[in-house]
């Protein structure tokens, strides 16, 4: 049986692409604000019901550099259920990430917990929107006024979620999408940060080429992360067919939801009221169910299925911060990272697949599954 990974990427056919790029050949200009990159930029806007946009060659660097951007000093407020770059990207602007527990519903910061971390120290939060679960926006926002601190959303998740029908990119004072090729959009690499704050715009923007304002001036010491053509060409292709691409994406968490919403043992996330979800990730938190996490992850990938322990370690274990922090002091994010698996989900994959995965999650006297764990186990 062919392997199922846990992420497929969406890709236009292929003479979609080739349309698309073939006057870059005629202009042979292929980065540096081209015409397929403002194209994209302006499409992007719309799409995310947003103001600005500033693309990016990645969304790690777009959220490093909107961090920069806002000369922020001390401390700042975040998650450790996240991916590697969030708490990466405030160690390396050289500040301080205080790791703030999530909640158990749906994983996001746990905003009854943010106040008591702040201190005279604090000058920004950043949350995650994780999974494409959007963090409670109105309780960070008040928070926000009120110590006077930056808001920038880690949205790499979200792609297209609205809130009560406004786009979630239009939420703190930033929003940082990512456009990997595993998000639920792509630009193979790719990533932006959108906003309200023409200012912040202007000055990222001169940020991410080299700090270069004239051609005999440069005001900061910026570095190199801007989307080139190619990038912005498969942008504008998949941009195209994202609509039925989380469309074919929900009734494959529809099917999950089928057949996983009522075991004993097992729980699943739904959207809160309001939210318009994308369909990311399908994350299933195993509690009490007959198999670990763990032991559902073995067992999937005798069958050559493949989820992934997302988000297992929590960042604030990663060994580079030696016995600075300690999990225990965001308890529900370390429970929730020993149970959680992501199970595989992209616009392609079959629903039959999805039943095959359901069953060998569900089957108890799954045999055949054991007698190779057995087997690996001996090895
Ligand atoms: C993917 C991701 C990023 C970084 O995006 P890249 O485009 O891969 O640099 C940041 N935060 C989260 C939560 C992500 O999943």
Redesign the pocket.
């Known amino acids: 049986m062919e392997p199922i990974q846990v992420t497929k990427s969406s890709m236009p056919d292929i003479q979609e692409y080739m349309e698309e790029i073939k006057d870059l050949w005629d202009s042979q200009w292929l980065t540096n604000n081209g015409v397929k990159h403002k194209k994209l930029e302006g499409q992007l806007s719309k799409y995310l019901d947003a103001e600005k946009a500033s693309l990016f060659t990645?969304?790690?660097l777009a959220?490093e550099y909107t961090i920069e951007a806002f000369n922020l000093t001390g401390e700042v407020i975040t998650t450790p259920f996240?991916?590697a770059?969030?708490t990466n990207a405030i160690i390396r602007n050289g500040l301080k990430p205080v790791f703030c527990d999530i909640n158990p519903y749906d994983y996001t910061i746990s905003t009854d917990s943010i106040e008591r971390l702040i201190t005279d120290q604090t000058t920004a939060i950043v949350p995650?929107h994780v999974y494409g679960n959007i963090c409670d926006v109105d309780e960070i926002e008040r928070i926000a006024k009120k110590y006077n601190l930056k808001v920038i959303y880690?949205a790499?998740?979200a792609f297209g979620v609205t809130v009560n029908g406004m786009g979630v990119a239009n939420c703190g004072d930033a929003s940082m999408f990512?456009?990997?090729a595993t998000?639920v959009f792509n630009t193979i690499?790719?990533?932006a940060i959108i906003t309200k704050n023409e200012e912040l715009v202007k000055k990222l923007n001169i940020l991410k080429n080299h700090g270069i304002t004239g051609p005999e001036s440069v005001e900061y010491a910026g570095g190199n992360a801007k989307m080139n053509e190619f990038q912005a060409a498969m942008g504008i292709c998949n941009l195209r067919n994202i609509d039925g691409d989380i469309q074919k994406r929900k009734a494959v968490v529809d099917r999950y939801f089928e057949r996983l919403g009522n075991v004993n043992g097992i729980r699943l996330c739904k959207p809160r009221l309001g939210v318009e979800s994308n369909y990311a990730y399908f994350p299933v938190v195993f509690d009490g169910f007959r198999f670990s996490r763990d032991e559902v992850f073995e067992r999937l990938k005798t069958k050559n299925i493949y989820s992934r322990k997302y988000f297992y370690p929590l960042t604030n274990s990663f060994e580079y911060h030696g016995d600075k922090y300690d999990i225990n002091k965001t308890p529900v994010a370390k429970d929730i990272a020993e149970r959680v698996l992501t199970l595989p989900l992209y616009a392609d994959l079959d629903l039959k697949d999805v039943d095959k995965i359901c069953d060998i999650i569900l089957n108890s006297d799954n045999t055949e599954c054991d007698a190779i764990l057995a087997l690996s186990r001996e090895e």
């Open positions: 990645n969304g790690h959220l996240t991916f770059s969030t995650v880690d790499a998740h990512s456009f990997h998000k690499e790719g990533g």
